[in-house]
């Protein structure tokens, strides 16, 4: 890490001014407060609940808004109660899971109010897995119904019959069925207590195919509090745009909770583009919206043109706004505040720029630590067998304190659970869950998120386990062996992904093969931009030290090994040439 893109150190000065920036939103804040503080899981408390009570009060207000066109909370919630009844015809009840497989759009926000309303489990499909991996998700999910979106085909029809439900809708189906059916709240959901799970979140792991994280409303209720009443703030009056997947917690838990923590009105992008992206922020008439921080370097790779300052966004929420761009995306459009945050799927606690610093994701008054690690990037025990944490200005690991009042909703798989879990860390009986992030202590309880370690990387706002990726390679006949691996590309976020194979017989790699090959098996931001053609790879099970000595020398030191680069869906790989880097960059590769 440069020194530019070192992270300051909070200071009391910034927590001063933090505080006389948000004095005008304290009624909010205090309402929003006690929310943080405790939040009894037998309380009758829930997403639907929320999200109803709105749509009594103020059923006229805008709630959701679609390319320009906008739905009422009192139209949504007649919509959504409809599929409801759909779905509780079908036999769902509580604890049952409702696959959802849809690209951004009303209907997906829809059927999983309707899901959740029942008490049923929304489980949201990531529309990117193809072939093995979403059948494993399917697998996993267990849904007693499946609804799809006809824009999601491809991803739909590699599901195998013998994984769907007994009962699959299309939209037009769900729609149809749902076709004079009653329109008022179901009697369940005010009875729902706010321990119910409401959502699987799908997360990349070390083991190679994707883990479902769980979402307890009680939890999402902690992000409508400590984010969207503490944080984001919004008034009644303002729209949050989302141009991320509504698959990702970015999108449901943070942007949905910020809205209904005020009321406020929810645009939805169907997807991002970075040319289009301030005539839809414009046409939505967003004052707010969510980001990832490539997505801010898209944008920032735009040329310079009026729809930079000719919205009215005040403030952005999300994570991965580094250093390096912080002040020049302030600047150049008009941002006033980044409520940068930090956190993850199956975490317990989040990080949020609650008192808008510079360059910092954010303060957390909950238990955690940031300790010494290893080679392998795992906690290193002293020899009492205790962690050691790191001082003020520290890199370290980050470690979430799990007890009764902060709980780890972790995993559907409680054994994979438990492997993130580290127990008499400080004391005996105590029990952390391992981020598996590097974080730098920033002082007053405030953290920069650094890197992220072991076999997982993070490349457009995704975790890619390397061993799906090597998977996917050693499923291509013509590659005898794979090592797959995360690098930094300079002007972008997190790690792109990279491989080195062997090839049979020593024969040239065909590029334009692999890469539609790795397009049908992989989600699209998990196949490696670099393929490194070696003649050969240690005999081991796990490559880890030459994966290491891979690591290190990346695309740059790779010899006389030839070297190929992902020019895109149509091209497929390509050998390498010099700009490469700057073209993926500034978003121009890979294409498709």
Request: glycine share 10%; aromatic share 8%.
């Amino acid at each position: 890490m440069s020194t530019h893109d070192t992270p300051s150190v909070v200071g009391f000065t910034d927590l001063i001014k933090g505080v006389l920036k948000m004095a005008p939103q304290a009624p909010l804040m205090l309402r929003h407060a006690p929310g943080l503080i405790r939040r009894p899981a037998d309380a009758q408390r829930t997403i639907g609940s929320i999200f109803q009570k709105h749509a009594a009060a103020h059923p006229d207000r805008p709630f959701v808004r679609f390319e320009g066109k906008s739905t009422t909370y009192g139209e949504a919630n007649r919509i959504v109660n409809r599929y409801a009844a759909v779905l509780a015809a079908d036999g769902v009840r509580t604890g049952d899971v409702v696959a959802i497989l849809s690209k951004n759009c009303p209907t997906d926000l829809f059927l999983m109010l309707a899901t959740v309303k029942l008490g049923a489990i929304a489980g949201m499909l990531n529309y990117n897995q193809r072939g093995d991996v979403i059948e494993h998700s399917m697998k996993l999910l267990g849904a007693r119904v499946l609804v799809h979106d006809p824009e999601c085909r491809e991803a739909f029809e590699s599901i195998p019959a013998a994984a769907l439900p007994e009962t699959v809708y299309d939209f037009a189906g769900i729609d149809a069925a749902a076709a004079g059916r009653p329109e008022t709240d179901p009697e369940v959901t005010a009875t729902l207590p706010a321990s119910t799970e409401a959502f699987y979140i799908f997360t990349s792991g070390t083991t190679g195919m994707p883990k479902a994280s769980v979402m307890s409303h009680n939890r999402w209720l902690a992000s409508l509090s400590g984010i969207g009443g503490l944080a984001v703030r919004l008034r009644a009056s303002d729209t949050m745009y989302v141009p991320l997947p509504l698959y990702h917690n970015n999108a449901l838990s943070v942007s949905l909770s910020s809205v209904l923590a005020s009321g406020a009105c929810i645009a939805i992008g169907r997807q991002f583009s970075a040319s289009r992206f301030w005539d839809e922020v414009i046409l939505n008439r967003a004052t707010a919206f969510c980001y990832i921080g490539e997505l801010c370097r898209y944008l920032l790779a735009q040329p310079a043109k009026p729809t930079d300052r000719a919205h009215s966004v005040r403030l952005v929420v999300g994570n991965g706004m580094r250093p390096d761009i912080w002040d020049e995306f302030k600047d150049r459009f008009g941002i006033d505040r980044i409520v940068e945050f930090y956190g993850a799927s199956e975490l317990n606690l989040v990080f949020i720029n609650v008192f808008s610093a510079d360059h910092t994701a954010g303060f957390c008054p909950l238990p955690y630590a940031i300790v010494e690690y290893d080679e392998e990037g795992k906690p290193a025990r002293d020899a009492a067998g205790r962690l050691t944490r790191v001082k003020r200005g520290g890199t370290g690991l980050l470690l979430t304190g799990v007890n009764d009042r902060v709980p780890i909703d972790g995993y559907t798989d409680p054994a994979e659970t438990e492997k993130k879990l580290l127990r008499d860390a400080f004391k005996d009986g105590d029990a952390w869950f391992n981020s598996g992030d590097l974080v730098r202590d920033q002082g007053f309880s405030h953290i920069a998120f650094v890197d992220r370690l072991g076999d997982t990387f993070r490349w457009k706002g995704e975790n890619v386990a390397t061993t799906e990726v090597e998977a996917g390679l050693d499923g291509y006949g013509e590659i005898s062996q794979s090592v797959a691996f995360g690098v930094a590309v300079p002007g972008t976020d997190g790690k792109a992904g990279m491989a080195a194979v062997t090839v049979r017989g020593g024969e040239p790699l065909d590029g334009a093969a692999l890469a539609a090959h790795l397009y049908e098996v992989l989600p699209s931001y998990a196949i490696p931009l670099f393929i490194r053609v070696v003649d050969h790879l240690e005999a081991t099970s796990t490559f880890k030290n030459r994966k290491v000595e891979l690591r290190e020398e990346a695309y740059s030191s790779t010899g006389g090994d030839p070297l190929y680069v992902l020019a895109g869906r149509a091209d497929g790989y390509v050998k390498a040439y010099d700009g490469y880097v700057d073209d993926v960059a500034a978003g121009r590769a890979p294409r498709g």
